[in-house]
């Protein structure tokens, strides 16, 4: 049987729309694909909430927060899939604007530990149904069953490849 690499193939699957031959091998490339959804995604979220000065990671981590729970820089950073470095800049911006506070652990003095002010759960509270509508346009395209398949499908990949990320998630 001489199986072909789908990734050899210049006639990707449903890609109908594009054209030119030398894009479509890209379309093929499920790396190449989830980057155009992740950017199709904030595209989304930015005409929806674009108003609220807030980004995806932003808000991930206020929405982490919301319970009130009190966490480590490292944990809530780890919790919506950011290296520490890129956590404590989301970190530090989200407290200038008020929306989180930073304060030392007592059992670790070199630790800081966040939690969402009451500013910031009044300004969840009001963006959330904006951030839902950019989720909502986002799969929008797909039947009931076929989000359901996308979930279980994208679930899957990012539970078996989540150590290969530079930012693996802990657990949630």
């Known amino acids: ?6 990734l050899d193939d210049n006639k990707a ?3 109908g729309k594009v054209k030119s031959r030398k894009y479509r091998e ?3 490339r ?6 155009r959804l992740h950017q199709i995604h904030v595209g989304l979220f930015v005409e929806e909430c674009g108003g609220e000065d807030i980004t995806p990671v932003q808000f991930g981590m ?3 927060l919301q319970g009130g729970e009190e966490m480590d820089q490292l944990t809530l950073s780890t919790s919506v899939g950011v290296d520490r470095t890129s956590g404590a800049d989301v970190i530090r911006r989200l407290e200038r604007r008020g929306l989180l506070v930073r304060t030392p652990s007592e059992r670790d003095r070199r630790a800081k530990l966040i939690r969402i002010t009451e500013a ?5 509270k009001r963006v959330r149904p904006m951030m839902a509508r950019a989720q909502e346009r986002f799969v929008e395209p797909l039947t009931d069953t076929e989000r359901e398949e996308f979930y279980r499908l994208i679930n899957k990949m990012v539970d078996a490849n989540n150590t290969a990320s530079r930012a693996p998630m802990g657990a949630i």
């Open 1 to 6: 049987m001489n199986e072909q690499n789908p």
């Open 13 to 15: 699957p449903r890609s």
């Open 26 to 28: 890209l379309w093929n």
């Open 30 to 35: 499920p790396g190449y694909l989830i980057r």
């Open 62 to 64: 206020l929405s982490v």
């Open 120 to 124: 910031g759960v009044a300004y969840v």
